[in-house]
T-cell receptor, first 115, second 110 residues
Framework: NAGVTQTPKFQVLKTGQSMTLQCAQD?????MYWYRQDPGMGLRLIYY???????DKGEVPNGYNVSRLNKREFSLRLESAAPSQTSVYFC??????????????FGNGTRLTVT | GQQLNQSPQSMFIQEGEDVSMNCTSS?????WLWYKQEPGEGPVLLIA?????ELTSNGRLTAQFGITRKDSFLNISASIPSDVGIYFC??????????FGEGTQLTVNP
């Protein structure tokens, strides 16, 4: 049982390049999330998908797009990477995103550097 | 939106000491969660609290949901080196998304 799997683990991009971060969960969870983690700022929500077929902006969505490909997979795309997007990106999933909170399960992160 | 203040930002302690950290919110929360993140990994859930006044333990860890519903505490007793990591609180108000604190970096000296 892998839980939440993210690929790649590390990535270096040049300014202006594009890339897609992949995330898959095998827990049959309905909701999936993308966070970024920067020193001293905790975890900030970029986008989330409350259920298959829906996506919504989080706290810091600018410069990103997402696709909920199916119930299992939720990808994050950077169309034109900027140095400000250097961060550690975490995908997470939960059984449900509404009502009483069901805890998030996180992947191990993608460490992205934009030069 | 909701804001969470987590303190302290960092702690340096000796093995065997007890640890206490807390989070306060500007809003009333219905849920408080505590996570631990070890280097190179994602956060892992330690304790979930769903009721004001609730006190829950997980081994040497104890967390409490404050009576005012605006704060939560995490205590670690008799710390050991493997307790090293970043501890995050997270809270959720009704109808809102989860909000994370900035984390407490814990260092345990053997």
């Amino acid at each position: 049982n892998a839980g939440v799997t993210q690929t790649p683990k590390f990535q270096v991009l040049k300014t202006g390049q594009s890339m897609t971060l992949q995330c898959a969960q095998d827990m049959n969870h309905n909701s999936m999330y993308w966070y970024r983690q920067d020193p001293g700022m905790g975890l900030r929500l970029i986008y989330y998908s409350a259920s298959e077929g829906t996506t919504d902006k989080g706290e810091v969505p600018n410069g990103y797009n997402v696709s909920r490909l199916n119930k299992r997979e939720f990808s994050l795309r950077l169309e034109s990477a900027a140095p400000s997007q250097t961060s550690v990106y975490f995908c997470a999933s939960s059984l449900t995103g509404t009502g009483v909170s069901t805890p998030l399960h996180f992947g191990n992160g993608t460490r992205l550097t934009v030069t | 939106g909701q804001q969470l203040n987590q303190s302290p930002q960092s702690m340096f302690i000796q093995e065997g000491e007890d640890v206490s950290m807390n989070c306060t919110s500007s809003s009333i929360f219905n849920t408080w969660l505590w996570y631990k993140q070890e280097p190179g990994e994602g956060p892992v859930l330690l304790i979930a609290l769903y009721k004001a006044g609730e006190l829950t333990s997980n081994g040497r860890l104890t967390a409490q949901f404050g009576i005012t519903r605006k704060d939560s505490f995490l205590n670690i007793s008799a710390s050991i080196p493997s307790d090293v990591g970043i501890y995050f609180c997270a809270g959720q108000a009704s109808g809102s998304r989860l909000t994370f604190g900035e984390g407490t970096q814990l260092t345990v000296n053997p």
